[in-house]
């Protein structure tokens, strides 16, 4: 591993726990900013060391408005992590995002409201003003996109991600705008989780999974949590792998 390079990966729905991580150690971490979603999980899979952070905690009980994302990527930062995969199951909206789709993002728009999105707060000492033109790290996508093609999954390597506040999910006319404002999918969790990772200069990308069409696509059935859970337990065993997968280059970076 380089010296510099330290890996995280955040899981999220369908992804709370990654029992692969070998010398398991947890690590209970208070920040400025609260706790964290759950201890933070020390391990290594085949010699490469990460840490991982399940965002909705241990027992899946954290909602998506709820979790303290300023307190998580913190405690990442002190750690040491300088590069985040952040896993997140969200909702197809263009015909090209099926259920079981993996898809790395390259672009965001947010329509999240009332969260804590920022360390430029009241008591910051100066008001940051980043780059998020492009809010994903081209080297880590390049790195999650070989191990996509080496393990022979269908994925997507670029899309718009659109972030909503949940946990309801969205209208079909809520949807309809999404698509015609240039969103692929839609998920509750991708900010401000990628905005804070570059406020704190953390190399930071996405690894979706799609687990339903979006309100009114598809066939526009209503969406249930069975046909979610269905495509979820099947979508994310491929994650896993995918993420084992991309490790050794990771750890390169
Ligand atoms: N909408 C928002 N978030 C989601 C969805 C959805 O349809 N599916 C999974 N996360």
């Known amino acids: 591993m380089n010296n510099m390079t330290r890996i995280a990966i955040i899981g999220g729905t ?9 010398n398991l150690r947890s690590k209970k971490i208070t920040t400025p900013y609260g706790e964290t979603s759950s201890v933070l999980m020390f391990g290594a899979i085949d010699g490469h060391e990460l840490i991982f952070l399940p965002r909705h905690g241990e027992r899946h009980n954290i909602a998506p408005h709820n979790i303290n994302y300023r307190a998580n990527l913190w405690a990442l930062k002190e750690q040491g992590v300088s590069h985040i995969v952040a896993v997140n199951a969200v909702g197809g909206i263009t015909k090209n995002m099926p259920p079981e789709k993996i898809v790395f993002p390259d672009q965001i728009i947010d329509y999240t409201y009332s969260r804590q999105h920022t360390y430029s707060d009241d008591n910051a000492n100066s008001v940051m003003h980043v780059d998020l033109s492009l809010p994903y790290s081209d080297s880590i996508r390049r790195i999650l996109q070989a191990a996509a093609t080496e393990q022979g999954s269908a994925f997507e390597s670029s899309a718009v991600y ?13 949807i309809a705008r999404m698509e015609r404002d240039g969103c692929d999918i839609v998920g509750m969790t991708g900010m401000p989780e990628a905005s804070l990772a570059r406020e704190l200069d953390i190399e930071y990308a996405c690894c979706a999974l799609v687990v339903n069409w979006a309100a009114g696509k598809g066939d526009g059935d209503i969406i249930t949590m069975d046909v ?4 979820m337990r099947s ?3 491929s994650v896993r792998q995918l993420l084992i997968g991309a490790l050794p280059a990771l750890s390169k970076l």
């Open 235 to 237: 979508g994310m065993a």
């Open 14 to 22: 369908g992804l709370d726990e990654f029992s692969a991580l070998q």
């Open 162 to 174: 659109g972030a909503t506040q949940g946990p309801r999910l969205e209208t079909v006319a809520e």
């Open 228 to 231: 979610i859970e269905q495509h």
